[in-house]
């Protein structure tokens, strides 16, 4: 079962910022535009630029605070740039030609140096929501995206918390994550009538904090 399409981000997110419960777990976020972009950056150490409309993290860049400029991060190579005003045409020669949102940067737990983060995907079946996937993703060396198709390599989701984050309880923090999908679903399933499958990418901080990244309505 596949149900309903919904491809933008931005009106996902938008869902989400409804209710109170989800509001903490959410990036800053923001549509693509010079003076958002200089504003987050003043605020995070990091922001994540992606596609409204995309998949396999493709076209996702990451740029970083870095001494007097910035690390700009894309498809496994960084390059440094001086100022903002030289960070915008960079931007543009590697954006794809489509809408961008900004989200404040994630610093992912890790494993070995590689960051990690979790695909949980949930189905629709005779009425019910059924939990039908919740794995760690880790991404393959020299990358920040995890995606699979990107050579990211699949981990159980217990295991992968307790290798990235020894510190803390994995089953109080997958359960945490169950529970924080169960609200989700309330609410796109509100606003978007007819979904029948989601595929929700958290990501867990270094202090073990949860993050929604994205959620897909046709996770793959």
Same mark, same amino acid.
């Given at each position: 079962m596949s149900g309903r399409q919904l491809a933008s981000k931005w009106l996902k997110t938008e869902a989400l910022l409804t209710d109170p419960q989800i509001i903490?777990?959410?990036?800053?976020?923001? !549509?693509?535009?010079? *003076? *958002? %972009?200089?504003s987050m950056l003043s605020q995070y150490d990091?922001?994540?630029?992606?596609? $409204?409309?995309?998949t396999g993290g493709n076209g996702v860049i990451r740029i970083q605070n870095h001494d007097?400029?910035?690390?700009?991060?894309?498809?496994? +190579?960084? +390059?440094? #740039?001086s100022s903002?005003?030289? &960070?915008?045409?960079?931007?543009?020669?590697?954006?794809?030609?489509?809408?961008?949102?900004?989200?404040q940067g994630v610093n992912l737990a890790k494993i070995?140096?590689?960051? %990690? *983060?979790?695909?949980?995907?949930? #189905?629709?079946?005779?009425?019910?929501?059924?939990?039908? !996937?919740?794995?760690?993703? %880790? !991404?393959? +060396?020299? &990358?920040? $995206?995890?995606?699979?198709c990107k050579g990211g390599m699949q981990l159980r989701c217990r295991p992968a918390i307790r290798y990235s984050l020894p510190?803390?309880?994995?089953l109080e923090k997958r359960n945490e994550m169950r529970q924080l999908t169960r609200n989700c679903i309330a609410v796109?399933?509100? +606003?978007?009538?007819?979904?029948?499958?989601?595929?929700?990418?958290?990501?867990? *901080?270094d202090t073990g904090a949860i993050w929604i990244l994205e959620v897909n309505t046709r996770p793959s």
């Open positions: 903490p777990y959410i990036p800053e976020t923001n !549509a693509y535009g010079r *003076d *958002d %972009l200089m990091m922001v994540v630029i992606k596609p $409204v409309v995309g007097e400029g910035y690390n700009v991060s894309h498809k496994g +190579r960084t +390059r440094f #740039v903002f005003p030289e &960070l915008i045409p960079i931007l543009s020669s590697i954006r794809l030609k489509r809408k961008y949102l900004i989200q070995k140096g590689r960051p %990690l *983060d979790y695909r949980v995907k949930v #189905v629709k079946t005779k009425g019910r929501w059924e939990f039908r !996937a919740m794995v760690g993703r %880790l !991404a393959r +060396r020299g &990358l920040f $995206v995890t995606n699979l510190h803390i309880n994995s796109l399933e509100k +606003r978007f009538p007819g979904i029948g499958e989601l595929g929700f990418d958290y990501g867990l *901080d």
